[in-house]
């Protein structure tokens, strides 16, 4: 008998998520995945906007004079929680730190009954970050009127690190992504900033090579878009940046690395495998680092090290999109 | 005076002849060659009339989480989608792994449910694999399996044991293949759509290697081996092999292995995470070629209800698990007979006599003398899946907002109507068969 073909695409489950929102749209960013080249574009534009006014150190704005940003970090975070409140608060926003540690989610009450909550309460925005892969979506499915912006979510996106090291790479690559490579190092497997990354690259035109080693890379990695090199030397050579992950142990099985030490001597960037780059290529790192585990230490000599440009830009990309989706917000529901 | 019940006009399900069925004091009986005063006649032109249809994989909830289901609701919902058997599995709270429970959940049912429950206990005390539940007493108490499902037997050493002791009940274990370490904390189909969510994947070599492994203890034992919920490509090679070598093993798979890939999760639906996941387009194909070819023994539902507020959770949170029972005929007929791959006698078989066979369950059919356990369905009407109309307490399936076709018409169990469409009107009369004598 000859292969039986695939029964004929269904139409879509009407069951309990039957209206699942776009990756990016409206009111909501849960992802660069889906995101058109255009509005992509859009945001980038916007974030070196942002930019170019936070450089200039000029006064507070009023842009979300009247939205309520409840910033809820379920998971530690410091920088991108830190850079939210920044963006939030340089644009004249009423901001809000909810804590994890001492609310009722640990008296048993679900994430989606303490949100229900603050929507009750008026927050218009809510700035999530959470141990869970599609918990953002999840949220966006469930409150009407709430706009989500995914800071973090499990092992899926982390799109305002997406659009900052996008906006890292705009400025260090002279606005120019077709045809240019970037080389992404170390725990794809459990990398929120590799696959927002990757999204944004591959739609901006630019390619992308990760590699690592093998317990830390995803199944089937190549489908999001990207190459695989087996080697760091492989990925690198010729390369127009290098994006060098951290480690995440907190989020890892144990024995998937033999050591630490292994893991540098393999995988870490050094100024050996820089040199076989491009001249112009930078190093990157989303931070925080381990310092002589990813990166050598002798890589903060060097000048086309962009880590902290990275920081700097990621209060400019939020404020893009805190301001976009608030627009999008007061236009679906004031 | 007893009622005299008569199917006229219908297709039978394995001859395709138009045939009238008499039923009477809950056996099929010859056609009355004279008149009969209580009568009520059902005109089943267009429809197949088969025996009713036995599923041997559902979780009935009971006892302990009849929010979930109780067997009231699990039979009722098993009558609607045309079954007239079920036999249910010993996850519950507590475990069914004593003789005192399989005896409690055959008084359970009672003459109030709505289809024959068969139940299987567990193979290790509580289900945590540590130490053999009474089997020999579970068996004379009723129970017409083991199972752990929902947990893997981990150790090789005590599913051999549990073969070797459960040899003389003649029974099978029913073995839930996942390698436990493999899995992981994975939440579905290890491939591109685990890794494009960020969510764990689930290998099928977690499924593989454990049946592997069963069949090469079934082997070693002679004890009778029931491949459960077989998802992957490598699993049903395995059966496959297993069935050349004449081993003791059968398996069995489930409708949403057969239709769909784990693509259905598509932005985190928690109604396509079950276990084993979804999987990969080859094993599709795969499934299918082995219920064509006659490596699948018998088709299951893994009927697995939660309520609606633990599947409605984020992906990684919520229970694996979705409901099939009311679903199951009409998916079999949408996309195993429609599409060709197998006649609907054959499917009916699969749903029918072979999982008889497998649990040594009694032989029913159309014959006169035969238990009238019955399924009225007609196999061409279209239908749309709406949960809410489920007589089951679970509402997760993929399939909702499908349209289908197959419809039941009606179940009989033993003489009583368990289910009826609600278009489908008796006649009640003087009955005077054609060509009868008076």
């Known amino acids: 008998m000859s292969a039986p073909s695939l029964p004929a695409p269904a139409p879509a489950s009407a069951g309990l998520f039957s209206t699942p929102p776009a990756a990016a749209s409206g009111r909501h960013l849960l992802g660069l995945e889906g995101m058109s080249r255009a509005a992509l574009e859009g945001l980038l534009e916007e974030s070196a906007a942002e930019r170019d006014w936070l450089r200039k150190g000029a006064p507070n704005r009023d842009d979300l004079a009247g939205c309520s940003v409840m910033?809820?970090?379920?998971?530690?975070?410091?920088?991108?929680?830190?850079?939210?409140?920044?963006?939030?608060?340089?644009?004249?926003?009423?901001?809000?730190?909810?804590?994890?540690?001492?609310?009722?989610?640990?008296?048993?009450?679900?994430?989606?009954?303490?949100?229900?909550?603050?929507?009750?309460?008026?927050?218009?925005?809510?700035?999530?970050?959470?141990?869970?892969?599609?918990?953002?979506?999840?949220?966006?499915?469930?409150?009407?009127?709430?706009?989500?912006?995914?800071?973090?979510?499990?092992?899926?996106?982390?799109?305002t690190q997406g659009l900052l090291d996008l906006l890292t790479l705009r400025d260090a690559w002279g606005g120019r992504f077709e045809g240019r490579r970037l080389a992404i190092v170390g725990d794809i497997a459990h990398s929120r900033v590799a696959?927002?990354?990757?999204?944004?690259?591959?739609?901006?035109?630019?390619?992308?090579?990760?590699?690592?080693?093998?317990?830390?890379?995803?199944?089937?990695?190549?489908?999001?878009?990207?190459?695989?090199?087996e080697t760091i030397e492989e990925a690198m050579t010729d390369?127009?940046?290098?994006?060098?992950?951290?480690?995440?142990?907190?989020?890892?099985?144990?024995?998937?690395?033999?050591?630490?030490?292994?893991?540098?001597?393999?995988?870490?960037?050094?100024?050996?495998?820089?040199?076989?780059?491009?001249?112009?290529?930078?190093?990157?790192?989303?931070?925080?680092?381990?310092?002589?585990?990813?990166?050598?230490?002798?890589?903060?000599?060097?000048?086309?090290?962009?880590?902290?440009?990275?920081?700097?830009?990621?209060?400019?990309?939020?404020?893009?999109?805190?301001?976009?989706?608030?627009?999008?917000?007061?236009?679906?529901?004031? | 005076m007893s009622t005299l019940t008569l199917f006229q006009n219908a297709t039978h399900w394995r001859t395709g002849e138009r045939v009238t069925i008499a039923v009477e004091d809950g056996v099929v009986v010859p056609i009355p060659r004279r008149g009969h005063e209580?009568?009520?006649?059902?005109?089943?032109?267009?429809?197949?009339?088969?025996?009713?249809?036995?599923?041997?994989?559902?979780?009935?909830?009971?006892?302990?989480?009849?929010?979930?289901?109780?067997?009231?609701?699990?039979?009722?919902?098993?009558?609607?989608?045309?079954?007239?058997?079920?036999?249910?599995?010993?996850?519950?709270?507590?475990?069914?792994?004593?003789p005192a429970w399989v005896e409690w959940v055959r008084h359970r049912t009672g003459n109030a449910a709505h289809a024959r429950v068969y139940p299987i206990a567990a193979v290790t005390v509580g289900q945590k694999g540590g130490q053999l539940a009474p089997l020999m007493a579970m068996a004379r108490a009723g129970a017409v399996a083991f199972s752990d499902d929902g947990h893997p037997v981990a150790s090789a050493a005590m599913m051999r044991r549990a073969l070797e002791y459960a040899r003389p009940t003649g029974l099978p274990i029913v073995c839930h293949e996942e390698d436990p370490e493999l899995r992981g904390e994975g939440v579905m189909n290890e491939g591109f759509t685990a890794?494009?969510?960020?969510?764990?994947?689930?290998?099928?070599?977690?499924?593989?290697?454990?049946?592997?492994?069963?069949?090469?203890?079934?082997?070693?034992?002679?004890?009778?081996?029931?491949?459960?919920?077989?998802?992957?490509?490598?699993?049903?090679?395995?059966?496959?092999?297993?069935?050349?070598?004449?081993?003791?093993?059968?398996?069995?798979?489930?409708?949403?292995?057969?239709?769909?890939?784990?693509?259905?999760?598509?932005?985190?639906?928690?109604?396509?995470?079950?276990?084993?996941?979804?999987?990969?387009?080859?094993?599709?194909?795969?499934c299918i070629a082995a219920i064509a070819d006659g490596t699948v023994d018998c088709l299951v539902t893994d009927h697995a209800p939660h309520t609606p507020d633990e599947k409605n959770r984020p992906f990684s949170e919520a229970p694996f698990g979705v409901v099939g029972l009311e679903t199951a005929l009409a998916l079999t007929i949408t996309f195993l007979v429609e599409p060709g791959h197998v006649s609907l006698a054959r499917a009916i078989e699969l749903w029918t006599a072979a999982p008889r066979r497998i649990f040594d369950l009694p032989e029913v059919d159309l014959e006169p003398g035969s238990v009238?356990?019955?399924?009225?369905?007609?196999?061409?009407?279209?239908?749309?899946?709406?949960?809410?109309?489920?007589?089951?307490?679970?509402?997760?399936?993929?399939?909702?907002?499908?349209t289908v076709r197959g419809r039941v018409l009606a179940t009989m169990m033993g003489g009583r109507f368990t289910h009826l469409a609600p278009d489908v009107e008796f006649e009640h009369q003087l009955v005077l068969p054609a060509g009868a004598a008076t």
């Open chain 2, 195 to 286: 890794t494009r969510l960020g969510l764990r994947g689930i290998p099928g070599a977690a499924e593989s290697v454990m049946c592997r492994r069963d069949v090469d203890l079934a082997e070693l034992t002679g004890g009778r081996v029931h491949l459960a919920h077989l998802s992957t490509a490598q699993s049903f090679e395995t059966l496959r092999d297993a069935r050349r070598r004449g081993l003791p093993v059968t398996g069995e798979t489930c409708p949403h292995y057969w239709i769909l890939t784990d693509e259905a999760v598509g932005d985190y639906d928690t109604n396509a995470k079950m276990n084993p996941p979804l999987r990969t387009a080859e094993d599709v194909r795969a």
């Open chain 2, 372 to 402: 009238a356990d019955l399924v009225l369905f007609d196999p061409r009407s279209e239908w749309t899946v709406n949960p809410k109309l489920f007589y089951s307490k679970g509402r997760a399936t993929p399939f909702a907002g499908w």
């Open chain 1, 195 to 229: 696959r927002s990354a990757i999204a944004g690259l591959t739609t901006l035109g630019a390619l992308v090579t990760v590699c690592g080693p093998g317990t830390l890379m995803p199944a089937e990695v190549e489908s999001l878009g990207c190459a695989r090199a």
């Open chain 2, 38 to 98: 209580h009568a009520r006649v059902l005109d089943a032109r267009g429809a197949v009339l088969a025996p009713g249809l036995v599923d041997l994989h559902v979780h009935l909830r009971e006892p302990g989480q009849s929010a979930k289901e109780t067997i009231d609701s699990g039979t009722r919902a098993a009558a609607a989608g045309g079954f007239t058997a079920v036999a249910c599995m010993p996850n519950t709270v507590p475990a069914v792994d004593s």
């Open chain 1, 239 to 334: 390369a127009d940046g290098v994006m060098a992950l951290r480690i995440q142990q907190e989020r890892m099985e144990k024995g998937l690395l033999p050591s630490l030490v292994e893991y540098a001597r393999v995988w870490g960037v050094d100024m050996a495998r820089v040199e076989r780059m491009k001249d112009d290529a930078v190093v990157m790192h989303p931070g925080p680092v381990n310092h002589g585990v990813e990166v050598d230490s002798t890589i903060a000599e060097y000048g086309r090290n962009v880590i902290l440009q990275q920081v700097a830009n990621g209060v400019a990309a939020r404020c893009a999109v805190l301001r976009r989706c608030w627009s999008a917000w007061k236009a679906e529901l004031s």
């Open chain 1, 71 to 159: 910033l809820t970090f379920i998971e530690d975070s410091t920088r991108t929680r830190t850079s939210f409140e920044v963006a939030a608060r340089r644009l004249g926003a009423n901001v809000f730190t909810f804590s994890a540690s001492t609310s009722s989610l640990n008296k048993g009450e679900t994430l989606l009954d303490t949100m229900k909550v603050f929507e009750a309460m008026g927050a218009q925005l809510v700035v999530l970050r959470h141990s869970q892969s599609g918990s953002p979506a999840y949220l966006a499915r469930h409150l009407p009127r709430t706009g989500i912006i995914n800071a973090g979510d499990g092992m899926h996106e982390h799109p």
